[in-house]
């Protein structure tokens, strides 16, 4: 394990792609990299790196947290997964608390290789891994469950065996949560969701291919070989979402990609994506993303730095 205490961020910095690419401390020597710091703001830039990221912060109520399109204002906790190449920050916003504490724990995705997470045992912690493709938010249950665990390894003296274990034990309560939340959707973060099921596959990658163009229920079904009503009562079974809550957050990653990376209008971006009518995007867009594409687009590029 690699530890540092601080009040600043000692971690160096390639900017690609308009996003700034972190290269964190992690040696090839270490487990994973701990950071302990007291700070006064949030001024570090929209980035991302190689490396998942759980990443806690206190007293910042009114701050943001931005990871690939999910934009939300934060209490007085904070407990967020981060997995591989996401671009996130935390974002001063309204929060005027001068003494917040963050512990980051960085690892690289093959600490835990996929034949270890295979295991029985191990079931829930890939499940949870899985998810930390586009980022998982956990309540407060959850962090007040874990804060302890957090603690005692920022402040243990000790880099051994024992730090491991207490490690992958935080992993495993995260793991149990009930009350976490995705946050990026799958086709922003470019990431492709797996899941147990060759069916859901072929209808992901059917939908991830049309998803710009009309698609029925009866459609996908006969795709997945299924009837319409075993198809949507077992899609809702393995995604957790109903088909149509599905497709319209593929349709909204990439709408919010296209807001981000292109200066195409609007009205231009909600036909492109599949959506039929500027009325029931901007709807949608607000009651997924809390504001409208406008004010995302305006929020979201202040986080970038362009070069």
């Known amino acids: 394990m690699h530890r540092i205490h601080t009040n600043d961020h000692p971690q160096s910095l390639r900017i690609m792609s308009h996003i700034l690419s972190e290269i964190t401390p992690l040696s090839d020597r270490d487990c994973f990299y701990l950071v302990d710091r007291n700070k006064t703001e949030f001024d570090y830039p929209l980035h991302r ?91 407060m249950r959850t962090i007040m469950g874990v804060y302890s665990r957090l603690d005692s390894l920022a402040n243990s003296l000790k880099s051994d065996f024992s730090s491991i274990i207490g490690f992958l034990d935080l992993l495993y309560q995260l793991s149990l949560s009930t009350d976490s939340h995705q946050l990026a959707t799958t086709s922003f973060s470019r990431g492709s969701m797996s899941t147990e099921s060759r069916r859901v596959n072929r209808v992901e990658e059917e939908i991830n291919k049309r998803y710009d163009q009309e698609l029925t229920l009866d459609h996908l079904a006969r795709i997945a070989g299924m009837t319409p009503t075993a198809f949507s009562r077992f899609f809702k079974q393995r995604t957790g979402r109903t088909l149509s809550e599905y497709i319209i957050d593929i349709r909204l990653g990439h709408a919010s990609r296209q807001l981000v990376d292109t200066s195409m209008a609007v009205s231009e971006i909600c036909y492109q994506c599949g959506f039929t009518n500027i009325t029931s995007f901007n709807r949608i867009f607000k009651a997924k993303k809390g504001c409208t594409p406008k004010t995302f687009r305006e929020n979201y590029l202040k986080t970038r730095i362009i070069v």
């Open 49 to 139: 790196h190689d490396e998942i990221e759980l990443n806690f912060v206190s007293n910042c109520t009114g701050a943001r947290r931005i990871v690939g399109d999910s934009i939300e204002e934060l209490g007085e906790y904070d407990l967020a997964l981060i997995g591989s190449g996401i671009e996130h920050c935390w974002d001063q916003h309204y929060c005027d608390k001068t003494d917040k504490r963050e512990i980051t724990i960085q690892f690289r995705p093959d600490l835990l290789p996929p034949e270890f997470l295979a295991k029985n045992q191990m079931r829930s912690i890939a499940e949870l891994l899985r998810k930390a493709q586009t980022g998982v938010a956990f309540g």
